[in-house]
């Protein structure tokens, strides 16, 4: 539904606004839903980029251990690749969106040991997800499209 507002006085336009941004908070899970999707894009280009796609050189991840090395030869994943020996982390996946949110979740119990770190167990800290700065400049264009889409943009040449 596009966005239009006639000016017949402020309580007529305010009541007017309110309408549509009661509207446009009732249809925002398709938005969510696209954010969600191109996050996730993100997290499978980064995850095959061995975490490379972050911002901040500090979040790039660090190279495995000799011990991890061996291990992925051990199972036989070859070729060897960061957070890739089993492959449950990628298909243990999860997006979805309401009104409210769009959400990306990992469905294993060592998620959050890669996302943080655990150094007490020389697990290194190989963030899955982008940081807030970097997820909303991931996501925005997705909203810019869902609200483009909504709001008719009035002509300035008249």
């Known amino acids: 539904m596009p966005l ?3 000016t017949r006085g402020l309580k007529q336009v305010l009541k007017g606004l309110d309408k549509r941004v009661n509207i446009l ?3 925002m899970k398709p938005a ?3 954010a969600a999707v191109v996050l996730d894009a ?4 980064n995850m095959n980029a061995e975490g490379k796609h972050h911002d901040k050189t500090s979040l790039h991840w660090p190279p495995l251990s000799e011990r991890s090395i061996k291990e992925h030869k051990r199972v036989g994943a070859v070729p060897i690749q960061m957070l890739k020996l089993s492959g449950q982390l990628r298909q243990r996946v999860d ?3 309401t009104n409210e949110h769009g959400f990306v979740v990992y469905k294993t119990s060592y998620a959050a040991d890669h996302e943080f770190g655990v150094p007490s167990r020389n697990v ?3 963030k899955i ?3 807030i700065k970097q997820g909303v400049t991931i996501v925005k264009p997705a909203y810019e499209h869902f609200i483009n889409r909504f709001i008719v943009k009035p002509s300035l040449t008249k």
């Open 32 to 34: 969510h839903k696209a």
């Open 4 to 6: 239009k507002l006639r």
């Open 124 to 126: 290194p800290q190989r």
């Open 129 to 131: 997800f982008p940081t």
């Open 95 to 97: 997006f979805d969106a």
């Open 25 to 27: 908070n009732n249809k």
């Open 42 to 45: 993100w997290i499978v280009k």
